[in-house]
């Protein structure tokens, strides 16, 4: 029988943040256990390291091999592909995001995040050709992507077309800490509804199927933030 609702993945930015250590980490933890500790309480944290640079495979395997086995990372595409004029040339840099070891996390490596500019607009061309350099597969084993744009110009029915038709979801933030609000969201996300409260772009309506979703408590609050996602993890 098929599932009638995806997996819902909470967790953080990152695992390595002083202001933790005595308010979310135990007091006399080691930092070498605070990602196992971290994992322990959530379900998925993102790796942002991958944003600036890049990573070796040990730390990579490492890193898997320090979490729960139904624990899933998600990471950050590198800013070379996504902070460009032209989009459609950064095939270079998603080829060496990938050949940088990410593969080593195995089961445990969940969608990467390319996350674009305030300042970048839509470019429906461009920003097709970059979706196109998007792999869905390496090795025999399937790739999830998905896109964070935050200027106003790609808030138009053809991007969300562009989307759907490269089978590609994009980010929704939202700066508020409405943690029964956002509970009952994911929810139905991950049962594959629309929740009827939030602003859409375009009348085009989704085949309702089961979702798998991650949410992350990423804010200005940071020393709070694993203490949001726990409490959000508590309500689904």
């Given at each position: 029988m098929a599932a009638k609702s995806g997996k819902i993945r909470i967790g953080i930015g990152g695992w390595t943040f002083e202001p933790w250590r005595g308010t979310f980490y135990p007091e006399k933890l080691t930092q070498a256990k605070e990602l196992g500790y971290a994992a322990s309480k959530l379900t998925s944290i993102e790796i942002n390291g991958t944003y600036y640079g890049s990573q070796k495979p040990a730390s990579f395997r490492k890193?898997?091999?320090?979490?729960?086995?139904?624990?899933?990372?998600?990471?950050?595409?590198?800013r070379f592909a996504t902070n460009r004029k032209v989009l459609a040339e950064a095939g270079d840099s998603v080829q060496r995001f990938y050949d940088s070891g990410v593969l080593e996390l195995g089961d445990k490596l969940g969608p990467v995040l390319w996350q674009f500019m305030p300042t970048k607009k839509f470019d429906e061309a461009d920003f097709g050709a970059f979706l196109e350099l998007l792999p869905r597969k390496i090795g025999g084993r399937t790739l999830r992507h998905v896109v964070e744009v935050r200027h106003d110009s790609f808030c138009v029915p053809a991007f969300i077309a562009l989307l759907r038709e490269?089978?590609?979801?994009?980010?929704?933030?939202?700066?508020?800490?409405?943690l029964d609000a956002w509970a009952k969201r994911l929810q139905e996300f991950a049962a594959g509804g629309e929740p009827a409260?939030?602003?859409?772009?375009?009348d085009g309506k989704l085949k309702k199927q089961p979702r798998d979703v991650f949410a992350y408590v990423i804010h200005e609050a940071k020393v709070r933030a694993p203490h949001?996602?726990?409490?959000?993890?508590?309500r689904v």
């Open positions: 890193w898997a091999s320090e979490v729960p086995d139904d624990f899933v990372f998600s990471l950050k595409g590198p490269h089978g590609i979801p994009v980010v929704f933030s939202e700066h508020a800490k409405a409260d939030l602003p859409r772009v375009g949001g996602a726990m409490a959000l993890i508590e």
